[in-house]
């Protein structure tokens, strides 16, 4: 385990946060405050202590590459919430979001170019990670997969897909165990759905304020987490919780893209496609995996085998047509998630 990271704890409760990256500034800094070049990094929630670190190690490598000095500035939130802030205005000069289809919506607002999941390795996913449960030390409801959730005396913590991208991984897992379960019969899969958020307390905007719900605020007996998430909870509170991997789960891709339209006019386009592009490099993959998120280049991966259940029957947005027909499915309004929350 890696040192308690404190400020953790100390943002739970920050529903959207702005937050500074060394190397010439801080959040309130500007390009022509002195500090050189500011970018700005427009994230889903529990990326921050991840970027926190990442901005740290860029700036040093870009001083190193090109002599600049450059300021990275990062914003956390849900990730549709994140994207449609990006589309009602605000700057980013790249995002970092929880699913493709969050940035396909603001590439169908004109700031990105088409093509932007080809522009970098592995769909433009530089690392990975998938849904499991968070519970209590000593797992009291005795929750071991899907079916447990749905239990009357099971209380469910989990965010809003219809603002977390989170979210919409939770419930596409779920999805996905009980139509193998039933056969595919989508009538019965529609009625554990329903059962399964009859029992959730709170839908949090995003999973970051989820965690805070269950962790901080001690409601629930279980959250459905990212699998980052839930290590994160686990190391700032030894000895307090447990991880339970459910028997199918989902390959979770967070997306990076350079916001052209921003980049272009802040004159940063540069910068921001080398931001992303370090992502890939070995020492980012291993940042990654230290802040528990699965490293996309296999090789490294494989050097937090003992870290991460790599034998996980995890299914894929393939597996629902991609994300134009899963959006459309399940989350557009008045789609399937709509249907099953309103009964």
């Known amino acids: 385990m890696k040192k308690k990271r404190v400020v953790f704890i100390l943002i739970l409760t920050i529903a959207v946060s702005v937050l500074g990256a060394g190397c010439g500034g801080n959040a309130d800094s500007t390009s022509?405050?002195?500090?050189?070049?500011?970018?700005?990094?427009?994230?889903?929630?529990?990326?921050?202590?991840?970027y926190a670190k990442y901005n740290e190690q860029f700036c040093e490598y870009w001083k190193k590459e090109s002599g600049q000095e450059i300021t990275v500035t990062q914003s956390h939130g849900g990730s549709g919430s994140q994207a449609r802030s990006v589309m009602e205005g605000n700057e980013a000069d790249v995002v970092t979001l929880a699913l493709a289809h969050d940035i396909t919506a603001i590439e169908n607002a004109g700031l990105i170019d088409s093509g932007w999941i080809d522009e970098f390795d592995c769909d433009s996913s530089p690392y990975t990670s998938t849904i499991v449960f968070l519970v209590r030390k000593g797992n009291e409801k005795n929750i071991r997969d899907w079916d447990d959730l749905i239990a009357k005396d099971v209380e469910v913590i989990t965010p809003n897909p219809k603002?977390?991208?989170?979210?919409?991984w939770n419930f596409l897992a779920a999805w996905a165990y009980w139509q193998e379960k039933d056969g595919e019969n989508e009538e019965e899969t529609?009625?554990?759905?329903?059962?399964?958020?009859?029992?959730v307390l709170v839908l949090d905007s995003g999973a970051r304020g989820a965690t805070n719900t269950f962790v901080e605020n001690g409601q629930g007996d279980v959250l459905i987490a990212?699998?980052?998430?839930?290590?994160?909870?686990?190391?700032a509170y030894p000895d307090q919780y447990e991880i339970v991997t459910p028997s199918i789960s989902i390959l979770a891709q967070p997306s990076v893209a350079v916001v052209d339209q921003n980049?272009?006019?802040?004159?940063?386009?540069?910068?921001?496609e080398a931001y992303?592009?370090?992502?890939?490099?070995?020492?980012?993959?291993?940042?990654?995996?230290?802040?528990?998120?699965r490293p996309s280049k296999e090789e490294i991966l494989q050097e937090f085998s003992e870290q991460f259940d790599l034998n996980m029957n995890l299914v894929t947005?393939?597996?629902?047509?991609?994300?134009?027909?899963?959006?459309?499915t399940f989350f557009d309004d008045g789609a399937v998630?709509?249907?099953?929350y309103a009964e």
């Not at 022509?32 to 991840?50: M, Q």
């Not at 529609?190 to 029992?199: D, F, G």
């Not at 990212?226 to 190391?235: F, G, H, K, R, V």
């Open 337 to 340: 998630f709509d249907q099953i």
């Open 226 to 235: 990212w699998e980052n998430e839930a290590y994160l909870s686990m190391e």
């Open 276 to 293: 992303l592009q370090y992502l890939y490099s070995d020492e980012a993959q291993r940042l990654a995996g230290e802040h528990y998120y």
């Open 263 to 272: 980049a272009e006019e802040h004159q940063t386009t540069e910068i921001a």
């Open 317 to 328: 947005i393939d597996d629902f047509g991609g994300w134009d027909q899963a959006y459309e």
């Open 163 to 168: 603002t977390s991208g989170g979210a919409c």
């Open 32 to 50: 022509d405050g002195g500090t050189g070049t500011e970018i700005l990094n427009v994230s889903y929630d529990p990326t921050r202590e991840f």
């Open 190 to 199: 529609r009625e554990y759905l329903r059962k399964l958020y009859k029992n």
